[in-house]
């Protein structure tokens, strides 16, 4: 039985608290040594139900303290049951993105100290197939209800353990124990089954009785169990860099990030990943990777050797041939029509590459010195782009159109048969959690105008405008134009970038596609990094346009013939 001082707490008891650091949360760095072959053979008693407290910690709820049942992975990478999400609220000052599962949000119990922004969107919380199929392994091979059950101090096998926890409904926090008959690791899933074991107990002792051969066998098989799922779908390697899905599938983070350079479906079950421009900012999923450090540090370390040496041996990603000519934007169509020697030996090569892309560049008209480039020829940011269709002429000269995929700054370069070669790095956006949070603190420190699409008057300056408001800028001026029969406009224009994006992430690029401003205008929109910065731009463009200042030039550019 129990101490009388652990009888009041309650088995479905539910920290209204942050989850406590009293009893820090096994990382690969702090649990190297906890399970390494020489640890589970060799270690003491005292040592091995440390271990064992540690594992079992893993399979947590850090709310109910009960295993992790439908587990919900959160924004911040941190994950609770479902059930046991925080209490809901409609959120404010945010437009974008649209959609009904984005105007319901919580506070996160965990805060900035621990890696989390605090607020977090409803819709931004996914299912964890993954970490739901291993707390089912644990049920599966620690789950033996007559091994477990609680017994009279003094049991010959057995053990007691001892610990400080919540009290209850109270704040304070108080001593804790329990007597458990049969195995440490049974016993301790059991009492954590029953919600009896708080998952922020801090000084926890156990006093342990009998041989523990039997539960170094049982961990073995447990891990072997584990071990087992944690093999990527993409690369059938242990997962390395855990990144979830919002399907709810978990890959390593490169083997997403190579997923998605061919397509946007998730290689499990085939639903549209939206991700590609946020990969890089997307968190760890901290469970994951706490249980494949915890379990296997050997492996993960030895894994993570390997994909570094691939990695360093793979330039694929960051050396491109760069096409020093004019502005390309990403999943905008350009067309080339190549006929200098120099880049006809490049777009050769091009072809003959794997993957068939290549860099596009502006030309330096102006002269400007760039960071790490100097007074280069060409601009340092450029879009990279992928062939689709290649016409090689009889005469050598080839005809090109290519897509853009993403955009790139150029951190060095060097010749190569007279083009350019590109050291580049990748420029992608801001997550949508920061999206939402930047038009939050932008439209309230304004004035807090109203975030209504319709109140898009011409005095209103941009930085107040919600995110819909200056899409909603935007779309409207093209309509217009578009009613007005504007040349740029013309069907064979459309034909070639697509109609009018109804979408805010794509109505930058296809706006600035086909609007005949300067490509010195254009190019501001390459080193952005979120989709409000474009509409920014692009909606100071149209107010430019519709003012009086630039009404006698611009409306010769716009209306006369491409």
């Not at 931004?124 to 197939?129: E, F, K, L, Y």
């Not at 421009?277 to 990777?289: D, H, V």
């Amino acid at each position: 039985m129990d101490d009388d001082d652990d009888a009041s707490y309650p088995a479905n008891a539910r920290s209204p608290h942050s989850p406590s650091n009293d009893t820090p949360h096994p990382t690969v760095n702090s649990s190297v040594s906890l399970l390494s072959d020489s640890s589970v053979s060799d270690s003491t008693g005292d040592q091995f139900a440390s271990t064992v407290h540690a594992v079992i910690r893993l399979i947590q709820c850090p709310c109910c303290s009960r295993p992790l049942r439908a587990p919900l992975r959160l924004p911040c990478g941190y994950t609770l049951c479902r059930s046991c999400l925080p209490p809901i609220h409609e959120r404010t000052g945010i437009t974008y993105p649209v959609g009904e599962e984005r105007k319901k949000g919580f506070t996160c119990y965990w805060g900035k100290e621990d890696g989390c922004a605090g607020e977090h969107c409803l819709g931004d919380c996914g299912a964890d197939v993954l970490l739901g199929r291993l707390v089912d392994v644990f049920d599966e091979v620690l789950c033996n209800p007559s091994a477990s059950s609680e017994a009279p101090s003094g049991e010959a096998h057995g053990f007691r353990v001892t610990w400080v926890g919540l009290g209850g409904d109270q704040p304070e926090k108080v001593v804790k124990s329990a007597d458990v008959a049969g195995g440490l690791l049974e016993g301790m899933y059991d009492l954590v089954q029953r919600g009896r074991f708080d998952y922020d107990a801090s000084e926890v002792k156990f006093e342990v009785h009998g041989p523990m051969d039997q539960e170094r066998q049982l961990m073995e098989r447990l891990k072997e169990a584990v071990r087992n799922e944690l093999d990527c779908q993409v690369c059938y390697s242990l997962i390395l860099d855990p990144l979830t899905t919002a399907c709810g599938h978990t890959f390593c983070r490169g083997c997403v990030a190579m997923v998605l350079k061919n397509s946007d479906l998730c290689p499990a079950c085939r639903r549209k990943l939206n991700m590609a421009s946020t990969m890089k900012s997307e968190p760890i999923n901290k469970r994951i990777s706490d249980i494949m450090g915890t379990l296997f540090p050997e492996q993960v370390a030895s894994r993570s050797d390997a994909a570094a040496q691939e990695e360093a041996a793979v330039d694929d990603d960051t050396i491109l041939p760069l096409f020093v000519s004019s502005l390309s934007l990403p999943t905008m169509p350009t067309f080339l029509h190549v006929f200098e020697a120099r880049y006809r030996l490049m777009m050769q090569r091009v072809m003959q590459s794997r993957e068939h892309r290549f860099g596009m560049v502006m030309h330096n008209r102006a002269g400007r010195s760039q960071q790490g480039l100097g007074r280069s020829q060409f601009m340092q940011y450029g879009t990279v782009l992928v062939v689709d269709r290649y016409e090689l002429l009889p005469d050598g000269r080839s005809l090109i159109v290519a897509t853009g995929l993403y955009r790139f700054k150029v951190l060095s370069s060097y010749v190569v048969d007279m083009y350019y070669v590109g050291r580049i790095q990748r420029v992608d956006d801001i997550s949508v959690i920061e999206e939402e949070s930047r038009e939050a603190m932008e439209t309230s420190v304004a004035g807090g105008s109203s975030l209504s699409t319709e109140n898009t008057s011409d005095e209103q300056p941009l930085e107040s405008m919600s995110t819909q408001q200056l899409f909603q800028l935007g779309l409207d001026f093209v309509r217009k134009q578009h009613r007005r029969g504007a040349a740029w406009l013309h069907p064979r224009v459309l034909l070639a970038y697509g109609d009018i994006p109804t979408e805010p992430t794509q109505f930058p690029w296809w706006f600035a596609s086909v609007l005949p401003v300067s490509d010195e205008d254009k190019y501001a929109l390459l080193s952005t990094t979120s989709v409000r910065e474009r509409l920014k731009i692009v909606s100071g463009w149209v107010k430019k346009l519709e003012s009086q200042e630039w009404m006698t030039r611009s409306r010769l550019s716009i209306t006369s013939s491409l």
